[in-house]
């Protein structure tokens, strides 16, 4: 090189054309590219309208001091117009009706005799101006939007570490337009620890509403949603929620993939579900499928072998392995009982996971109040694959020949299986179990009266039901009295024993059964679905008013003194295809035909509950002292409809009065019942729309021509 004269020259001339190059301006995006950090083709020189803005009919501009605006500013800028609107309004209707107060009092002056006895009712704005909650929400635990709008603003500080959103020394938990403090929060956690979470124990009580919140908001939701299921110290807080959970769990599921935190939140909302007033917009049967659906592919069922079903490294924890195991057992169990309580197959998947030894693994192994529970669930699938699964039939039914040996050999397993679970069987898996037999024996509501057992199997029938009804009646924790906490499952086996009760007793096998004892655990039956309701006008309150008027309209009962009485075919169904809940969808369906034909109100009889005992056509005696918001089921002074009930204590914790009157915190109004309100009706089309519409008439069927049994 240093003999080439040239050499020197052309590596400086090199360089230049490439230092030029580096000090080149970078291209710019327009502004509309650059808000949405999308490619741009924008050209500078000469300037030619990027193709996006071209097509979007957007004016395409570069700006040297443009800056993106961030989408959480954007919607904290919205929503605190949409408060000022809200006051502007607030106020327009406050001078409105001053007003109108101004202009009656002017009235008055001229002619004060045509006022008199009037009273004028004001409506009276926030002075603040201040947009409240539909919920009845009070100023110390709940905030304006004013003051949400101001924390969101303030994006450092907006939200601490925990998730909460604080407005200077309070903290809450917002979703939409419903706003918890952290005091409620974690009273609402206790409320669901103590009273619910024995009945479905799959949950860490040792984590922290934070922890929760952090794993899945719509378990965190879940959560609070099932604790203010009976939340006297705000009763309006569980219908606040209904809505906005609800869209939540639809937007959680519209986002791919899921954590499978969300399948827990998912068996939370199988199990206590938000109350309905019908079966036609209740969403727990598909919320099941896509729990199991939503499991599976996650590759709960195949916790050890997780890497399979996902594309990123997945670092198998054993804590977090026994939880997902745990997670899938629970998942099976609300997967049965959903199915067992609607009448409809299940969409279960018992695999080795479920069914593997102790020995092969130790994190496979499943807690002592999980193991028998998914050992009866197990049960009741083999019931309902060998009674109702016969592809030769057209509803599934097994025949008439082989159901009678069928039973015999699933009541030895049941035999078999309480005998398994005696030794460590607890007051709420005892109700399950029993529950199992019901689901056994309510199959012979199916069987022909001619067969030479058909009594036998009513008795059968008789005995499983008074044995689950007094289960659920007595039914007892350290708490004390927990019925009204139950599941969706439980209430819906007690409107089926209910109704077994009303239909033997009304039956020719009245003269085959104690009609007084029949008749009083009826009468409790129809007080408990009556306190299990968590809502107005919902499904249970409705459903108890059925059962109350079927037993008055149903006829004197046949004494049990009466000799020779002959079988007949009132008890035979003509809804047969919802398994053993056959008889409730048969029972409803009939009630519906006999409403519609008499032109009965039923709005009276809610506001009014039915006396099963009385002969009068009218609803229950207006003369009888109201229920006072304190009073429990079964005490003096109760619900005048019913006849008296043995009196249910009211849940203890289990401490002295005079330390907080309950767990945490806890106040003692929470562990009564609610009391129904019959205020409000809704005037819908108002039990199980649209049930079954018949291609046949009504007495198609032998034995209906006898009208409501």
């Known amino acids: 090189m240093d003999s080439s004269p040239g050499s020197t020259d052309d590596v400086e001339e090199t360089a230049e054309p490439q230092e030029e190059k580096k000090r080149q301006p970078v291209k710019r995006a327009c502004n509309e590219c650059r808000q949405q950090k999308l490619r741009c083709d924008v050209i500078q020189e000469p300037f030619t309208t990027c193709s996006r803005c071209r097509r979007l009919k957007l004016e395409c501009k570069i700006e040297s001091n443009f800056k993106r605006i961030g989408k959480r500013s954007r919607n904290a800028e919205m929503e605190r117009e949409i408060v000022e609107l809200r006051k502007q309004i607030a106020n327009a209707n406050a001078n409105a009706a001053m007003n109108q107060q101004q202009q009656a009092l002017q009235q008055s002056q001229v002619a004060p005799g045509k006022q008199d006895g009037a009273s004028i009712s004001t409506p009276v704005s926030n002075a603040a101006g201040v947009y409240q909650t539909p919920s009845g929400m009070s100023a110390d635990q709940y905030m304006g939007s004013r003051e949400a709008v101001a924390s969101l603003l303030d994006l450092r500080s907006g939200f601490d570490s925990s998730n909460y959103l604080r407005n200077g020394n309070q903290q809450f938990k917002r979703i939409e337009d419903v706003i918890v403090v952290t005091e409620r929060v974690t009273e609402l956690f206790n409320l669901f620890f103590t009273f619910y979470h024995p009945f479905l124990p799959f949950l860490d009580r040792e984590q922290s509403p934070d922890e929760y919140y952090s794993a ?82 996650l590759g709960l069922h195949r916790p050890s072998h997780a890497q399979d079903f996902s594309k990123f490294r997945v670092e198998l924890i054993e804590a977090e392995l026994r939880d997902k195991v745990r997670t899938w057992a629970v998942c099976n169990i609300v997967a049965q009982r959903v199915a067992t309580g609607y009448g409809q197959p299940p969409s279960t998947l018992y695999d080795w996971t479920l069914s593997s030894s102790e020995s092969t693994d130790t994190n496979f192994k499943l807690p002592a109040d999980i193991k028998p529970r998914l050992e009866i669930e197990k049960f009741c699938d083999k019931i309902t694959k060998t009674l109702y699964s016969n592809r030769r039939d057209p509803v599934g039914l097994a025949s008439d020949q082989e159901r009678s040996t069928l039973i015999s050999f699933l009541s030895r397993d049941f035999d078999a299986l309480e005998d398994q679970l005696r030794s460590e069987n607890d007051s709420i898996t005892d109700l399950y179990l029993r529950a199992s037999n019901l689901h056994l024996h309510l199959s012979a509501f199916f069987d022909n009266p001619t067969a030479k057992n058909y009594r036998e199997r009513l008795l059968a029938l008789h005995v499983a039901t008074a044995n689950f009804l007094e289960a659920a009646l007595n039914l007892e924790t350290h708490v004390g009295p927990v019925l009204s906490y139950t599941p969706y499952y439980v209430y819906q086996m007690m409107l089926a024993g209910g109704f077994t009760l009303l239909k033997l007793c009304k039956s020719f096998f009245a003269a085959h059964i104690d009609i007084e004892y029949s008749k009083n655990l009826f009468n409790r039956t129809i007080w408990a679905i009556r306190g299990i309701s968590v809502s107005n006008n919902d499904l249970p309150e409705r459903l108890a008013e059925v059962l109350a008027q079927m037993w008055r309209l149903g006829g004197t009962p046949i004494q049990r003194s009466t000799n020779n009485v002959e079988v007949d075919n009132s008890l035979q169904l003509k809804v047969r295809c919802r398994m053993s809940m056959s008889l409730v969808f048969d029972s409803v369906w009939r009630w519906r035909e006999d409403a519609q034909t008499k032109g009965r109100n039923i709005e009276a009889y809610l506001k009014n509950p039915t006396n099963p005992d009385s002969a009068d056509s009218s609803a229950a005696s207006s003369i009888a002292p109201p229920r006072a918001s304190s009073s429990t089921p079964g005490v003096a002074g109760g619900d005048p409809s019913l006849a008296p009930a043995p009196p249910l204590p009211q849940a203890n914790l289990g401490l002295p009065s005079s330390v907080n009157n309950g767990v945490g915190g806890l106040p003692s109004t929470i562990t009564g019942f609610m009391e129904p309100n019959y205020e409000v009706f809704d005037p819908l089309n108002w039990l199980l729309d649209g049930l079954v519409d018949f291609p046949y008439s009504y007495t198609a069927v032998q034995g209906l021509e006898q009208g409501i049994a």
């Open 216 to 297: 899945s908001p719509l378990l965190f939701w879940t959560i609070i949603s099932v604790g203010a299921r009976r939340y006297q110290t705000d009763p309006h807080l569980l219908n606040s929620l209904a809505a906005p959970v609800t869209r939540l769990v639809w937007s959680t599921l519209a986002d791919i993939p899921q954590s499978y935190h969300v399948v827990k939140a998912l068996c939370l909302l199988c199990t206590w579900p938000f109350p309905t007033s019908s079966t036609s917009t209740d969403p727990t049967f598909m919320l099941c499928g896509m729990m199991m659906q939503v499991a599976m592919q």
